[in-house]
Nanobody
């Protein structure tokens, strides 16, 4: 099993920045990809960014390209989502997701609110 713990959400003004973190524990070696999703009130959960665990390949949703960056710290088994130039439409609960060959795992989510 894989356990995920997110942190770093909060309230930020439009144009500001936040960095989310997702600390993984458990069967780290079984992870193939890690991704960030978000869910705004009344909307479906949507993909934000992804990272291939072995090769480090990254992929982003069009809505965040050029503003968000996903990265990882192998020593800490932690994945980060650096969010810059935040917009009110980025307001959502952000979830970390880890995939193995058999299962997908989710964190508890962290609230990001972009408002003046």
């Amino acid at each position: 099993q894989v356990q995920l713990e997110e942190a770093g959400g909060g309230l930020v003004q439009p144009g500001g920045s936040l960095r989310l973190s997702c600390a993984a524990s458990g069967s780290i070696s079984s992870i193939s990809t890690m991704r960030w999703f978000r869910q705004a009130p009344g909307k479906q959960r949507e993909f934000v960014a992804g990272l291939g665990w072995s090769g480090g390949t990254t992929v982003y949703a069009d809505s965040v390209k050029g503003r968000f960056a996903i990265s990882r710290d192998d020593a800490k088994n932690t994945v980060y989502l650096q969010m810059n130039s935040l917009k009110p439409e980025d307001t959502a609960v952000y979830y970390c997701n880890a995939n193995t060959k058999q299962l997908g795992y989710w964190g508890q989510g962290t609230q990001v609110t972009v408002s003046s």
